[in-house]
């Protein structure tokens, strides 16, 4: 346990310091989402574990409601982590990307305001990026799905305008 004042881990290492079909994976999710180290993978991994154990604690109540995941299964389709149709089952099918889908600097990439996952990641990074009204500098900041249409340059941001040559629609 933690002292006050001092910092925790939000993440969980794995066991075994070297086996190389997980560092081999581990390796191509972060080129893949333009994450900056393996603390960033491992806290979205943490995360889904969290969610996975929320999952399985509220299946395994028995109640004659039935509305015990209704919250926590509302949230999850509020961030977009889970389908519209999807239940409190299909918690524990989960993947790390769809975790990974839903960061800003993802979000950002995907909307075509850069032109890899590290380009978005500096983008947000430099203050160049809003989410509705306000400017957002966290690239692991998780999106919304009625958010996700707010994410734009900043009109002060010299990216905003269309001619800018680091803007990914110039590239031919």
Same mark, same amino acid.
């Given at each position: ?23 081999? !994976?581990?390796?191509?999710? =972060?080129? @893949? *989402? %333009? ?8 806290? +979205?991994?943490?995360? $889904? ?21 209704? !919250?926590?299964?509302?949230? =999850?389709? @509020? *961030? %977009? ?8 089952? +299909?918690?524990?099918? $989960? ?78």
């Amino acid at each position: 346990m933690a002292l006050p004042g001092e910092n925790t881990k939000f993440y969980e290492t794995p066991n075994h310091p070297y086996q190389g079909e997980r560092i081999a !994976e581990e390796s191509d999710l =972060l080129s @893949r *989402y %333009g994450l900056k180290n393996k603390q960033e993978l491992w806290r +979205a991994q943490s995360e $889904l574990r969290s969610y996975r154990r929320e999952a399985r604690e509220l299946l395994g109540r028995v109640t004659e409601e039935g509305d015990e995941g209704e !919250e926590f299964v509302a949230r =999850l389709r @509020r *961030y %977009g982590i889970l389908g519209d149709a999807d239940e409190l089952d +299909a918690v524990l099918s $989960l993947d790390v990307t769809d975790v990974l889908e839903r960061r800003l600097q993802t979000v950002a990439y995907r909307k075509g305001l850069a032109n890899t996952p590290q380009q978005a990641r500096q983008f947000v990074t430099h203050g160049h990026v809003i989410v509705g009204e306000s400017r957002v500098t966290a690239p692991s900041r998780k999106v919304a799905v009625a958010e996700e249409d707010d994410v734009a340059f900043d009109e002060t941001s010299p990216l905003d305008d269309e001619l800018h040559p680091a803007r990914a629609d110039n590239q031919e």
